[in-house]
């Protein structure tokens, strides 16, 4: 079967640095940390006390207020990103293109303000004050059904759920639909809003949370004294066409997604499988698949969480795959400035990682002081570097042992 080529033609995002593209990449590339002392939820309540806020958010800014109401606000930043990203393509999705453009957008927990705030109100004040539009706005699937309503696409629609992996898991599977020509189009990425309660009880019961009070310091990947990682949300969405489209219609190209890997790891419910094994054999795949040797990659956008097994492990995991040019490739933790945003860290990522391509510069790894012996490759420490970027590979690693990473390679 020939596979189509698959290029990325549009890019949208809401982020604690940024709410386009445009703020967030500048934003990165200064090491500015969007990370701060935590609104969303009573710090009193919880040992942590910072997270990574979309700031200024308006939704009537990209649809009707009326529809935002019945959208929890994960749905409305992948709207947002959606409606952004389909602007940057200059795609008009018209009743000819419609049923050949697909969504696929993940979220890893869904609509958790929704689900507190409808539980309280049943608790509370009984079943008759439960809103009609609670299942609608909680399930995670309804960033993927509501984008396509709004913007009227009418093909595949579907949405993967991995936990942390499950924006990345997203990009690769919408990249397989248009590979095998279900789609032209396909609107794809991740979105979270997990900054409630529940959601902050139940990570910081897991100790996985940073305990640390310094909000521009605390996120501190690959560094000995990292201790956990910190809760962001937002939305990356990005825009992927068959190559014969995008010729077609003249679009501007960013990139070109050449390589898809998803493995598990069939160890642990929270913690990764030992050195990464499980991250190796999703990286090894992403490369295979795109037909490249390992030395060709330049660059890795780490899913680098600051939580000590992750970096440990995916550092080892880095070293399994690439051997020798594991200590001449680049790699990053941009979560270092953004936070983690859990279901929407791999579509936001995957965004960074285009643009280090177009751009030719690597983000940095901030807050990066106290080197571990067990984390001894290059991670691009504190300042932004130019270089030339031909591969870049984004990783994402979540709870159940999902392990995903994409291969970008500059479009020829």
């Not at 500015?32 to 997270?51: C, L, Q, R």
């Not at 869904?110 to 509370?124: L, P, S």
């Not at 066409?241 to 493995?263: D, F, P």
């Not at 932004?384 to 994402?396: C, L, P, W, Y």
Request: net charge negative.
């Amino acid at each position: 079967m020939t596979k189509n080529r698959v290029v990325v033609t549009g890019l949208g995002t809401v982020s604690p640095i940024g709410n386009d593209v445009e703020t967030m990449w500048n934003h990165l590339l200064d090491g500015y940390v969007g990370i701060d002392h935590v609104t969303k939820v009573n710090p009193d309540d919880f040992p942590t006390k910072i997270a990574a806020e979309v700031k200024d958010f308006n939704p009537e800014n990209y649809m009707d207020k009326k529809d935002a109401r019945k959208m929890d606000l994960f749905t409305q930043y992948a709207v947002a990103a959606s409606r952004m990203a389909v602007d940057d393509a200059q795609l008009e999705i018209d009743e000819q293109l419609a049923p050949r453009v697909g969504v696929w957008i993940g979220s890893g927990i869904g609509g958790m303000q929704t689900y507190e705030d409808q539980f309280r109100n049943f608790i509370e004040k009984g079943q008759r004050r439960v809103s009609p539009f609670f299942v609608p706005m909680m399930i995670p699937d309804m960033a993927s059904g509501q984008v396509s309503i709004q913007l009227g696409a009418k093909g595949i629609n579907s949405c993967t759920v991995t936990a942390c992996a499950s924006g990345t898991n997203s990009i690769g599977d919408a990249f397989k639909v248009i590979e095998r020509g279900d789609a032209d189009v396909m609107i794809t990425g991740g979105a979270e809003a997990p900054i409630v309660n529940m959601a902050f009880a139940g990570f910081s019961s897991s100790k996985a949370l940073t305990t640390n009070e310094d909000p521009k310091t605390a996120s501190r990947p690959f560094d000995k004294n990292r201790d956990g990682f910190v809760m962001g949300e937002g939305a990356g969405i990005v825009i992927l066409e068959s190559l014969e489209s995008a010729q077609k219609r003249g679009a501007k190209i960013y990139a070109e997604i050449v390589g898809y890997g998803s493995t598990g790891d069939a160890y642990h419910i929270t913690a990764p499988a030992p050195e990464g094994e499980g991250a190796a054999r999703a990286m090894q795949q992403a490369i295979d698949d795109a037909g490249l040797n390992g030395e060709e990659v330049d660059y890795i956008n780490a899913h680098g969480t600051s939580t000590a097994y992750n970096d440990q492990y995916e550092t080892n995991a880095v070293k399994t795959v690439f051997k020798d040019h594991a200590y001449h490739l680049a790699m990053s933790s941009t979560k270092s400035m953004t936070g983690h945003l859990l279901g929407a860290a791999g579509g936001l990522e995957a965004i960074i990682s285009i643009l280090s391509i177009k751009d030719s510069i690597m983000p940095p790894t901030v807050n990066y002081e106290t080197p571990d012996e067990e984390c001894d490759l290059d991670y691009v420490v504190n300042e932004a570097r130019k270089a030339e970027v031909n591969v870049a590979m984004s990783n994402s690693l979540g709870f159940g042992g999902h392990n995903a990473s994409i291969v970008f390679k500059k479009y020829e």
